[in-house]
């Protein structure tokens, strides 16, 4: 839903995410499910905002760098977010997280509830990954997909869109093991 003020700016009305199967949701090789709110293509590649939702007890993914700024909006739900060769710390809801282009950082979710997060990056292009990743376990879903063929197409992927994978992921430690 959109509407226009006196100055003709067009503002949009985002609705909450409740059903990510529905309309617009994208998978990831993860798992997870995210959104496209603001295309790139929308904003000369300036900018592009995306919805995304954090499973409940997602395990870390490994240190990743890219060119971009990102910007972290905790909409609900809580982050853990890791800087390489940082200390981890929770980002509950309404925290911000700017991070710095080529900054390796990764983030997951500890909590029994999904995060609901949007995302803004600059310039854009996460958005064309995360179609183009999309479109990719639709032609070859993981599962009948050789594990090694899907890495190296994963790869060729991050490759493309500027994403580096530079340290291994973040060690948890598991409550119940201490």
Not at 103 to 119: G, I, M, R, Y
Request: charged share 25%.
């Amino acid at each position: 839903m959109s509407d226009q003020n006196e100055h003709g700016e067009v503002h949009q009305t985002v609705p909450a995410a409740s059903d990510p199967t529905g309309e617009g949701w994208l998978s990831t090789l993860l798992g997870h499910n995210i959104r496209i709110r603001t295309h790139g293509k929308e904003t000369d590649n300036q900018v592009t905002i995306i919805e995304y939702i954090e499973k409940p007890h997602s395990s870390p993914p490994v240190f990743t760098r890219h060119e971009f700024v990102e910007i972290f909006y905790i909409r609900s739900g809580m982050l853990t977010f890791q800087f390489l060769d940082k200390e981890a710390f929770q980002a509950p809801a309404e925290t911000v997280i700017t991070v710095p282009g080529w900054k390796p950082h990764a983030f997951w979710n500890d909590t029994s509830d999904p995060a609901l997060v949007t995302l803004v990056c600059s310039p854009a292009g996460l958005d064309r990954f995360f179609e183009a990743s999309h479109a990719l376990l639709q032609r070859r879903p993981p599962d009948t997909a050789g594990r090694d063929e899907m890495a190296a197409e994963m790869k060729a992927l991050r490759d493309e869109y500027g994403l580096e994978h530079v340290g291994p992921a973040p060690v948890v430690n598991d409550p119940d093991t201490g």
